[in-house]
């Protein structure tokens, strides 16, 4: 759970305190059987509860003179179903939640932070940004407001509005964490500011004005465009989303993403690229642009709750249709029984011995592509759904796979059946 969402939960009530408020909260009503129906209510907010409770209030709301009496068992219900669905991946509903919430109490700033998280988990950072615009309407010295508004601006790649809101939050107390994204912001800015800029389609890309990157911008540009056809086309996925590029040198590349040497690029929510020396759209980098687009969609698909092996596998399969190079090591390691652990694969790929970087991703394709051509790319959208929802990825496995009898164990056989004959 990010910053922000800790930091809206722990606002809440503790569950005693919050069922004593609520109940002197709520007039004493003449009609003994809907005083018990409130009670319940109650007791089901209190349970987190949140469908039963809504559903029971509003049966109250049609047998009551003055509705206005529960408003704020309302808004609360609404508000915790905002915060579930929101931890779910269920955005839209969510949304709707915190919207239908507001109805009942305009003032709770965090109404507009929730409508505003779900609009930044899906890509709509400059509506997020208005939305909290509207919150700090409501409360203008709310640090996590600032701190969200700030995310919101650097995601949309408007810089200087980031850190003028991330300076605001650091000022009315933000975490230290709020102070380490300022720094990284500043530090960003300060090479961006010299960039210039071209949007087509999808994508907003930046580079450095008269250099490579400017011979090359329509070029990136079109097969970025390329890449969200043909890779959406496979999972059945098409983000409504601007997504940012930026083309460094190699010193503004490592200054920037602080990567190993043997990264070739980086998505941080953003695509980042070295361009070295290249001065003309080649294999590689066309390979490099659809490895790193597929990043994008994995990210808005499963919302970062995916093994790492999964992620890079999908990466790898994406780039090597176009630029592939042999996996000369792979077979001779499964027959030896020396491959990497998958639960070493699940975790950043930088947590591995630089020798172990290649097979580690050269692994993850392997197993990705078989499953991809055994089963179906239907199938691995199905998994990038469940995993979305928070479900445990090797859980995932065995309920997008049970209708071929396989759960994790059983595809990691057939797999290594399949590179071992």
């Not at 930044?120 to 950072?125: E, F, N, S």
């Not at 001065?279 to 790193?292: C, V």
């Not at 049970?402 to 399949?418: F, H, M, N, R, V």
Request: glycine share 6%.
């Amino acid at each position: 759970m990010s910053f922000l969402c800790k930091s809206i939960k722990n606002s809440h009530y503790s569950a005693i305190t919050l069922l004593l408020l609520l109940i002197l909260m709520v007039p004493v009503m003449s009609n003994a059987t809907t005083n018990q129906r409130v009670k319940e209510a109650i007791v089901l907010l209190e349970q987190k509860e949140y469908v039963q409770a809504l559903d029971l209030l509003h049966d109250i709301e049609e047998r009551i003179l003055n509705p206005e009496q529960i408003s704020n068992l309302f808004a609360y219900a609404y508000l915790g179903r905002g915060y579930q669905l929101l931890a779910s991946g269920d955005f839209a509903a969510a949304r709707e939640s915190f919207v239908e919430g507001r109805r009942y109490n305009e003032d709770d700033v965090r109404f507009w932070q929730g409508e505003a998280m779900t609009l930044y988990k899906q890509g709509h950072y400059a509506e997020a940004a208005s939305t909290l615009n509207q919150a700090l309407g409501i409360a203008p010295d709310n640090s996590d407001v600032y701190r969200l508004l700030g995310q919101s601006h650097y995601a949309d790649g408007r810089m200087a509005e980031a850190v003028d809101a991330l300076t605001r939050s650091s000022e009315l107390g933000g975490s230290a964490d709020t102070v380490k994204l300022l720094e990284k912001v500043q530090r960003e800015w300060l090479i961006e500011q010299e960039m210039g800029q071209e949007v087509r389609g999808h994508f907003q890309l930046s580079f450095v004005d008269g250099g490579q990157g400017a011979r090359l911008a329509t070029a990136i540009l079109e097969t970025l465009e390329d890449a969200y056809t043909e890779i959406g086309s496979n999972l059945a996925y098409y983000p409504d989303v601007r997504v940012p590029v930026l083309l460094y040198s190699h010193k503004d590349f490592s200054a920037v993403t602080r990567s190993p040497d043997w990264a070739g690029a980086v998505y941080d929510g953003k695509i980042r690229l070295p361009l070295g020396g290249m001065h003309h759209m080649t294999d590689q980098l066309k390979a490099m642009l659809y490895h790193e687009y597929s990043h994008v969609l994995v990210h808005f698909m499963a919302n970062r709750h995916v093994p790492v092996w999964l992620n890079e596998g999908l990466a790898e399969s994406a780039g090597r249709r176009i630029y592939s190079v042999p996996m000369v090591d792979l077979q001779k390691v499964a027959k030896a029984n020396q491959l990497i652990n998958w639960d070493d694969l699940a975790k950043p790929f930088t947590g591995l011995a630089d020798d172990q970087v290649k097979l580690g991703y050269e692994q993850s394709y392997s197993l990705v592509n078989f499953m991809i051509d055994r089963y179906g790319w239907h199938k691995m959208a199905e998994l990038l759904e469940l995993l979305g929802e928070r479900q445990a990825w090797q859980e995932a496995i065995a309920v997008v796979y049970q209708d071929y009898g396989l759960d994790w164990p059983a595809i990691l056989t057939e797999w290594q059946a399949s590179i071992s004959s």
